[in-house]
Structures are given as C-alpha cells and as structure tokens.
C-alpha cells in the first residue's frame, strides 16, 4: 500500500513480521502479530494521528499449521481498512505462514485520535 502519512488512495499495508527472540508460534503470538503492525489507515491520512484500539477480534484459522510454523520464521500480514467514520476506524487482518496458510484473521475497531489530544 502507500507510505504512512501520504494520503494514500488506498488503506493497506503489510509485510512480514516476527519476534526478535524466536519462538514457536503460538496463539498468543499470532494475537501480538494481529496488532502491532501500522495501522493501514495510515497510508489515506495526510497527517499523523494515534489510533488506539478499541476493539480486537482474532480468529485462529490453523492451529495446527500455526504450530509447524518453526521459530523465528517470519508471517506475511496484510491488514486493510474499508471504512472510517465519526472518528473510528474498522481494520481487517489476515496472518499468512510462508506457505500460504491462512493463519488467523481479525477485525479491529480503533479510534482516531490527533496527536495533541493523546
């Protein structure tokens, strides 16, 4: 997607992402991963604001492919949004292993918020 900040056209963004000490895969790195990429709603904003979540929902897609994902490989995340209003801010993710299983999916809800005011 386009660079955070650039009044983008499009709300996406994504890449691959793992933790500094490898570890096994587990549900509560998966549930890390699903919020600690920038949000996607950064690429449409021409200014920076916080966007602080409200609300997370994950959904374990594969626990099993999860688990023979070895330590330390990185996971693709793609997150978009398609819908902000009133201040808030709706955010897709999907977590992908690096042979293409669908690892969890979630939905976010955040609340933009400028900078000053945080």
Known sequence: GP????GGAE????????????????????AFYADAWLPPVFSRLAVPLAAP???????FRDPVAAAA?????????????DFAADGMVEEDGELWSSDGVLL???RQL?????LGDV
């Open 3 to 6: 660079e955070p900040f650039s």
């Open 11 to 30: 709300a996406l963004t994504g890449g691959w992402i793992s933790l500094h000490e490898p570890q096994p895969l587990d549900a509560a790195a998966l």
């Open 53 to 59: 979540t409200i609300d997370l929902t994950i959904h």
């Open 69 to 81: 994902v070895a330590p330390g490989e990185p996971v693709l995340g793609i997150f978009r949004s």
């Open 104 to 106: 969890a999916h979630s």
């Open 110 to 114: 955040a609340l933009l918020v400028p």
